[in-house]
């Protein structure tokens, strides 16, 4: 899954690492994002020349490593990814039943 720009709160590296507990220093997200724990890594976008990540995909990190820490498969996508997909597909419905009324 990748960091969907329009619909997620982007935060910088070093913004992301103050707002996590325990404040870990911005090398260490630059490490997740690079090697990963678990063999999770956490999402990144390159803006501009400068590295964000998001809220959202910070959640995701953390599930799917908790999960791959406690010996679980790691969940596949947030409730608001899972929201965010069922929002797609029925906009993708009506956009096909639409042109099949037209056929």
Known sequence: MSIEMSCETLLTLPAAAKALPGRPHVSTLHRWRLRGVHGVQLETVLVGGRRYTSVEALERFAARTTAASDGRPHPS???????RAIDLAARELNV???DADRH
């Open 77 to 83: 996508r947030t409730r608001q990814g899972r929201l």
């Open 96 to 98: 096909t039943i639409g």
